[in-house]
């Protein structure tokens, strides 16, 4: 059941990521530099990394001492989120500035990218629903 809950709320978030920003359009050029990455580095990011952590740890510890097929899908989507926590966490300024130039000057970019996470998502909440 974790891999289950797991993969369909992964790829419910990643669904819903790009109607949001498109929603949002220019609220949301000026909510993510602003609100989500401001200048300095907010403190609720180490809680997020922390969070993350976490739920990586337990979803590897699920693949290993449990046997659901295709578990190691979520597990390294999960995994994959961590390469995403440690460039917030370690290496703030240069992240930020990679999110502002996207959200600001490359808009074609976070639409790919955007279509590519709801490409993603759509397979995990079809892998949660008929597989696990």
Request: aromatic share 14%.
């Amino acid at each position: 059941m974790y891999f289950k809950i797991l993969s369909i709320a992964y790829g419910v978030l990643m669904i819903l990521k790009g109607p949001v920003v498109h929603f949002l359009g220019r609220r949301w050029a000026r909510l993510e530099p602003g609100v989500v990455y401001p200048e300095k580095q907010p403190f609720w990011v180490w809680g997020l990394g922390v969070g993350g952590l976490i739920v990586a740890a337990v979803t590897w510890r699920m693949h290993v001492k449990t046997d659901v097929d295709y578990s190691l899908i979520v597990t390294v989507v999960v995994t994959l989120t961590l390469l995403k926590l440690s460039q917030v966490l370690f290496n703030y300024k240069k992240f930020r500035a990679f999110a502002v130039k996207v959200t600001k000057e490359r808009p074609g970019y976070l639409l790919w990218l955007n279509v590519a996470l709801a490409v993603l998502g759509i397979g995990l909440v079809l892998l949660g629903i008929f597989v696990y």
